[in-house]
């Protein structure tokens, strides 16, 4: 099976690909969040960094996540442990809610507008059970992650990776 996401995070990462690769567990303090634990069920995530983007004291990444393994929030509690949490998560990235405020209008608006996460399930294949033939599905980004997208395209720095 192979799952890609697309994920607009805070900041840049030091490199522009690499793997996250760090036990989840249900997190101690709160039953509706997963966490870091030593004692977790292995859990791997892929990156490769699609675009970088930053103006006047902003960084925001454009990232492709790909699955080794399917842990509940697995892309949100990686991506907030490595210091990057998805625009929009109020549940592991919720402090850097107040990072929007240092925004150009109207990027300011739609970051704060979202309704969610930034991320994305952009491509899933897979065996077919009967037919074992390969298949596989991808997504356009939906309207308010390409009009974020859109917002972001000035700030949009050069890859070299």
Known sequence: MTRNYIAFVWGHY???????????????RNRLKQAVRKDGRVAITHFKTLARYSGD???????????????????RVHMAHVGHPLIGDPTYGAGFA??????????????QSLPRQ???????????????????????????????????????NRITG
């Open 57 to 75: 004291g902003w960084f925001i990444s454009k990232i492709q996540c790909t699955l080794e393994t399917g842990r509940t929030h697995q892309i």
């Open 14 to 28: 030091q490199s522009f690909a690499g793997s996250i690769n760090v036990p989840l567990g249900r997190d101690p």
């Open 118 to 156: 930034a991320l994305h399930a952009a491509h899933l294949g897979f065996a077919h059970p009967k037919t074992k033939q390969e298949v596989s599905f991808n997504a356009p980004l939906p309207d308010d992650l390409a009009a974020l997208e859109d917002a972001l395209a000035p700030y949009l």
């Open 98 to 111: 107040t990072k929007a405020l240092a925004l150009p209008d109207p990027l300011k608006h739609i970051i």
